[in-house]
């Protein structure tokens, strides 16, 4: 690998200079007041992030997937009843995590490749009348597949059954780069990570709750220390935490945080569209098609694509890193062999992903697939060039 090119893998993503910058400061002592300009401001900034104005926002030193554990560990309790759709890896994971903790679930399959389904889950919640149903997750970007459910017709579904289930989302490879809406979309437990759209080195586990979660944590029943969210709570009020906090990451979220405002949330997630519609109009041009079914569940942050039958995906990813320098991702569970993945999230602009797509020709070519060199590269130009032009005649037909 080099680390001079970009990296094109789901996350952890490219990091800006300024970031590292801001991680890399001196030893300050987390129990003196100074460590509360770091904490209090971040909590604030994410906040504003998850387009809230209510949201209690904590943050771990850990992963997404300890903030999915902070999710379900602070609000229910062992023998609770959670209804999730598997659509990929990372919500099996979660599905997964929740049967470890005794949980029982009511788990909609869905094939890999589809959004979560709104309807059936208004139907099961219709017909949960006892109300035995406590909470709904929900992976609104599937990170294996390049998937992305409607949050917004998730929760008018609960609203129509007239289920007061929480609403609990993983947004790791989505909040930050896609648009988000914890409070229009009523979202109770919001989930993300430091490595994804807020460009930082792993290490953070990013979580916001509702008052309706917070309320459930009065109850909680499951066993949890490190993700007490309570305990996260009075040290907050002292401008501290229970242990040792990542300071330096922390430093570093305010950063990203005053980056990602400074260029307006709109266009973060405008600039996301427009880099991931030039990757697709790549795929399209080598004769390939995304895992994603249609384009109502195209990711903006994810591109997952399927090779041809018969051959090895994974080829392409051990290729790249072997012979160019440039890391992608492989396809994990179900499509695991059948798709690479292209991550275009974070620290990217289109320069930077039009060398991507170019390594990509350049292994597919390599290894035989009936790729011609130049057709990506040049769809995704073509469109970076004119994009707007484009849209703009097709909704004018």
Known sequence: MSFQNPVFIPGPTNIPESLRKACDMPTIDHRSPLFG??????????????????????????????????????????????????????SHRWIDMCERHGLELIIVDVAWGQGIPADRFEEILTGDTAHRIKAVLATHNETATGVVSDIGAIRHAMDAAGHPAMLMVDGVSSIASMDFRFDA??????????????????????????????????????????FDVHDMMKGYANSAYPYTPAVGLMNGLNEACRMLMDEGLETVFARHHRIAEGVRRAVWAWGLELCAESPDVYSDTISAVRTPNG????????????TYGVAFGVGLGDVAGKVFRIGHLGSLTEVMTLSGIATAEMCMVDLGLDIKLGSGVAAAQEYYRYGSEIEQKVAAQ
């Open 185 to 226: 979309w009523g979202v109770d437990v919001a989930v993300t990570g430091s490595q994804k759209g807020f460009m930082l080195p792993p290490g953070l586990a990013i979580v916001g709750f509702s008052e309706k979660a917070m309320d459930a944590t009065k109850t909680a029943g499951l066993h949890r220390t490190f």
């Open 311 to 322: 051959f090895n995906a994974t080829d392409i990813v051990t290729h790249a890193a072997s």
């Open 37 to 90: 300009t770091i904490l209090h401001p971040a909590r604030k900034a994410v906040q504003a992030i998850l387009k809230s104005t209510s949201a209690e926002v904590f943050i771990f030193p850990s992963t997404g997937t300890g903030g999915w554990e902070t999710a379900i560990t602070n609000t229910l309790s062992e023998g609770d009843t959670v209804l999730v759709a598997r659509n990929g890896m990372f």
